[in-house]
T-cell receptor, first 116, second 112 residues
Framework: DTGVSQDPRHKITKRGQNVTFRCDPI?????LYWYRQTLGQGPEFLTY????????KSRLLSDRFSAERPKGSFSTLEIQRTEQGDSAMYLC??????????????FGSGTQLSVL | QKEVEQDPGPLSVPEGAIVSLNCTYS??????FMWYRQYSRKGPELLMY????GNKEDGRFTAQVDKSSKYISLFIRDSQPSDSATYLC????????????FGTGTLLAVQP
């Protein structure tokens, strides 16, 4: 499978618990993005990496959220002390990262988080 | 006011109909325009990618961009039940980040 892979597909957790999601991008892609999508809305940008460097973070990404891409390959998104408002689909996308501004983003199937 | 506006629908059409989906935007700095299709509980799938004003065709799909009116459209010809999904428009400023700004999505149902 050469697409973007996300794990787990679903996560149910209790408020206050920590959760971690993983994303494996398309192998030759240097850029990796995290988006969040709530019901009835389009995806919203959270953060992105160029190789291992995290270059931009949205104001949506509170201090409870942290993302890493340690070796420039897979990435993890951790949410600490989850709140009910964190319930959403967390989408990962990747692109070649040629820095031309003409990039096509390819998305994974997402991790659906439910905070009880 | 949102940067990108999209009618959420739902839109229901009979099989074989021509479907027209639209988005408007407020910032003339957007340079790249995309349409994604999203099936229930799946990630968005890139359908069309355009840069300049004008039309781009790919099979049954035609993407249209009118930068002067800040208006983009996606037309689906000979619609099929398998086209039933949410269609998201997305735009980017280009540049180093290339992050996408999405519309809310339009839910389309094609009735057999």
């Amino acid at each position: 499978d050469t697409g973007v892979s996300q794990d787990p597909r679903h996560k149910i957790t209790k408020r206050g618990q920590n959760v971690t999601f993983r994303c494996d991008p398309i192998s030759e892609h240097n850029r990796l993005y995290w988006y969040r999508q709530t019901l009835g809305q389009g995806p919203e940008f959270l953060t992105y990496f160029q190789n291992e460097a995290q270059l931009e973070k949205s104001r949506l990404l509170s201090d409870r959220f942290s993302a890493e891409r340690p070796k420039g390959s897979f990435s993890t998104l951790e949410i600490q002390r989850t709140e009910q408002g964190d319930s959403a689909m967390y989408l990962c996308a990747s692109s070649l990262g040629l820095d031309t501004g003409n990039e096509k983003l390819f998305f994974g199937s997402g991790t659906q988080l439910s905070v009880l | 006011q949102k940067e990108v506006e999209q009618d959420p629908g739902p839109l229901s059409v009979p099989e074989g109909a021509i479907v027209s989906l639209n988005c408007t935007y407020s910032n003339s700095a957007f340079q790249y325009f995309m349409w994604y299709r999203q099936y229930s509980r799946k990630g968005p799938e890139l359908l069309m990618y355009t840069y300049s004003s004008g039309n781009k065709e790919d099979g049954r799909f035609t993407a249209q961009v009118d930068k002067s009116s800040k208006y983009i459209s996606l037309f689906i010809r000979d619609s099929q039940p398998s086209d039933s999904a949410t269609y998201l428009c997305a735009m980017s400023y280009g540049g180093a980040t290339n992050k996408l700004i999405f519309g809310t999505g339009t839910l389309l149902a094609v009735q057999p």
